[in-house]
């Protein structure tokens, strides 16, 4: 993935782990859990906690976590992805919270019924975790299967949407690091 060259990022500890956030001036680039799978090399990004938008990021999800937001309000910045990849990750914002859908229902949304595998790699490619909202994908199963940041925290994720296919009720209850209470981090 290729990120724009004025990317600048803060991090916060937020209740699953440390969360890196980026934005250029686009919109919002970037949410990544700290040694998440296909975190982009940051070393010629600007670290800038005073950033209205960075800020604004934070303070959002950390409403989110705390069980005070259920939609998000920010601009979105998808260059980093391919054409393909950003067909896929903006129906994933067409998942309503709450709900969950299979990688092959996510295909044929998009008009590419056979590409469930290109779907999913570009589903774990997603590089606003949360925001844009990966977790809510599962297996033809109902399984919960690939997720970036860990298949605990997609399991805490849709616990804190209520989002509890009958088949992973089990997995969603017995990897909760957000049981019995709000967000711990702040920004």
Known sequence: MKHDTDIRWTAFDG????MIVAATSQGLAGVWFDNQRHLPDMSGWREDAADPLLQRAVHELTEYFDGRRTAFDLPLDLQAGTAFQQSVWRALLAIPRGETISYRTLSERIGRPAAVRAVGSA?????ISVVVP??????????LTGYAGGLERKAALLRLENAHPQSSRTACRSANPLQG??????A
């Open 181 to 186: 209470g709000t967000a711990s981090g702040r």
């Open 123 to 127: 589903v774990g490619r997603n590089p």
């Open 15 to 18: 209740p699953l782990g440390r």
């Open 134 to 143: 990966c977790h809510r994908v599962l297996g033809a199963d109902h399984s």
